[in-house]
């Protein structure tokens, strides 16, 4: 099983409807955001990180494909996927359905790996 993780800045002001936002997905939108993970094939965990220099979300899927899973999202139109898209570009400032600018991270360190 692969790994992908990838960190966001939470926009100043925004920590808390990033919460709301994360409420919803743990709430009233859970079985939406479990039922597009699963279309997807990916396992998703997303951390709030404090930092000196704001807020950071990291975010890591876990699946036969996450980074292709992460692209396949961004393109997705059905509702709860546009919803989600338009919270992360709220708290984040983040266009999902356009690539990132830059490469997407790499794995550089693994204490698992032989």
């Known amino acids: 099983m692969a ?15 990033w919460k709301r936002f994360m409420d919803e997905l743990k709430g009233a939108r859970k079985s939406q955001f479990d039922e597009s993970r699963k279309r997807l094939g990916v396992r998703e965990r997303t951390f ?15 699946g036969d494909d996450p980074a292709g899973a992460f692209s396949k999202f961004g393109q997705g139109t ?5 919803w989600f898209k338009q919270q992360a ?4 400032g983040v ?6 600018p ?11 790996a032989p």
Do not use: Y
């Open 102 to 112: 830059g490469p997407l991270p790499e794995l550089v360190v693994d204490s698992g």
């Open 78 to 82: 059905d509702e709860f996927t546009t």
């Open 3 to 17: 790994m992908f993780a990838m960190a966001f800045p939470i926009l100043p002001g925004k920590t808390e409807g």
């Open 95 to 100: 266009d999902l359905a356009a690539p990132p």
């Open 48 to 62: 709030l990180q404090h930092t000196p220099m704001g807020d950071f979300v990291v975010v890591t899927l876990e």
């Open 89 to 92: 570009l709220d708290a984040h």
